[in-house]
C-alpha cells in the first residue's frame, strides 16, 4: 500500500513513520512538508493514501484536501495533533473528501501505544473499504410492506431521511442552512463518520442550520423541526414500535453506520410515504435501500454527479432507477420546502 505524509513538523513525520514501518507492505512513497507542496506531489505520483496533516504553513490540510480531490483524487486521512480541538477544520476536510481523521501518534514520555493503534486501525478499516467499492447486499430480511402494526404510531408528521458518506459534511451543511427554523419535517441523517466524531458533527452542523441537531439516541422518535443524526458506530434502525435503536447486525458490512440498515427498516415499519435522499460517497450503501423505499411510494433523490465530491452512492442509486429526482444540494434543500409547504400535516 502506497501511502504519503503530509506535515510541517518533523517529530510527527518521523512517528508516523515508525507506525507505518511496523506493517510491512506499508511504503511511504513521498513527504510533503505544506499543502503546496503535496497537491504538486500527488499530481506527479498519486497514492493509496494520504496522512494529510491540518494546520500548515503555505496551504492547510483543508485547502489542499480540495484541492487534491479536485485534480488527483485519493483517499486522504486527516492525522492532526487534536481532532477535537481542530473539529471545525476537520469536518471542512471532510466535506472536501476526506475520508476520516485520527489524533497524531506521538513517542517518548508523552505517547502511548494506544495512538498509533487508532491509526493503524483506521488504515485497515480504509483499506478495507478501498477493496470494497461494491459491496455485496447486506444479508437483511427483505422488507414487507408495512402492516398494521405501524397503524398505531404518534400523530403523524413528514420525514426525511438522508444518507450521506465521503463529502457529506458540507452537502449536509449546504441542504441544512437553506432550510427554514419553521421546517415541519422530521430529519434523520446516517452519515459514515466514526463515533468518537459524531457529537462533533452534531456541534457543527448546528452551526449551520437554524434547526435543532441533535444525536439519534436509543428510544427517540421522530420529531418535528428536529434533525436526529445517527451517533455510534453500530447501525441506526427504526423498530416495530417507531423508535430509533442501534445495531451491530450486520457485523461484517464495511460501511458503518449503514444507510441501506437504516433505510430498510424504515421501508419495513414507517406506514408513510416520505422523502429519502441519497448524497454523495464512496460505494453502493444506501442504493439497495432508496430502491426498496421507492417501490414502496416513498419520494427518492440522489445527488447529481457534477456536485458531488465521490459519485459512488448515488451512482449506484440511479444504475438500479432509485431514484426520482437527480438534484444538486441546493436543488434538494428547495424540493424539501416545496414538499413539506404541500403537505396537510
Known amino acids: 500500500m502506497k501511502i504519503a505524509i503530509v506535515n510541517d ?5 518521523e512517528a508516523l513513520k515508525r507506525v507505518l514501518l511496523t506493517v510491512s507492505d506499508y511504503e511511504v512513497v513521498w513527504v510533503a512538508h505544506d499543502g503546496s507542496e503535496a497537491v504538486a506531489r500527488c499530481a506527479r505520483n498519486t497514492p493509496d493514501l494520504i496522512l494529510m496533516d491540518l494546520l500548515m504553513p503555505v496551504m492547510d490540510g483543508v485547502e489542499a484536501t480540495r484541492e487534491i480531490m479536485k485534480h488527483s483524487p485519493c483517499n486522504i486521512l486527516i492525522v492532526t495533533t487534536s481532532v477535537d480541538k481542530n473539529a ?66 404518534p400523530p403523524r408528521l413528514p420525514l426525511v431521511a438522508i444518507g450521506s458518506s465521503t463529502g457529506g459534511p458540507k452537502t449536509l451543511a449546504t441542504i441544512l442552512s437553506r432550510l427554514p427554523a419553521n421546517f415541519s419535517a422530521s430529519l434523520v441523517i446516517v452519515q459514515h463518520v466514526d463515533q468518537q466524531f459524531s457529537a462533533g458533527l452534531v456541534g457543527w452542523l448546528n452551526q449551520q442550520t437554524p434547526l435543532t441537531v441533535k444525536l439519534a439516541q436509543v428510544g427517540d422518535r421522530f420529531s418535528k423541526g428536529t434533525v436526529l443524526v445517527a451517533g455510534t458506530n453500530n447501525h441506526l434502525c427504526l423498530g416495530s414500535d417507531l423508535s430509533l435503536s442501534y445495531t451491530k447486525e450486520p457485523t461484517d458490512y464495511p460501511y458503518r453506520p449503514s444507510v ?18 441519497l448524497l454523495t460517497g464512496m460505494g453502493q450503501d444506501g442504493a439497495e435501500g432508496l430502491k426498496i423505499l421507492r417501490s414502496h411510494g416513498w419520494h427518492t433523490i ?4 457534477k456536485s458531488c465530491i465521490v459519485y459512488g452512492m448515488p451512482k449506484a442509486a440511479v444504475q438500479i432507477n432509485a431514484a426520482v429526482e437527480v438534484l444538486s444540494p441546493e436543488a434538494i434543500a428547495d424540493r424539501l420546502i416545496q414538499r413539506i409547504a404541500r403537505s396537510p400535516f
Open 9 to 13: 513538523m518533523a517529530i510527527a513525520i
Open 88 to 153: 471545525g477544520k476537520v469536518f471542512e476536510a471532510m466535506g472536501y473528501g476526506a475520508r476520516d481523521a485520527v489524533n497524531t501518534p506521538v513517542f517518548g514520555s508523552e505517547g502511548s501505544p494506544e495512538s498509533a493503534q487508532q491509526l493503524l486501525h483506521k488504515i485497515a478499516t480504509l483499506r478495507k473499504l478501498m477493496g470494497n467499492s461494491s459491496p455485496t447486499s447486506i444479508s437483511l430480511p427483505q422488507p414487507t410492506r408495512p402492516t398494521s402494526l405501524a397503524i398505531s404510531s
Open 260 to 277: 441501506d440498515v437504516f433505510f430498510k427498516s424504515l421501508a419495513k415499519y414507517w406506514n408513510h410515504k416520505e422523502t429519502a435522499i
Open 302 to 305: 440522489a445527488q447529481d454527479e
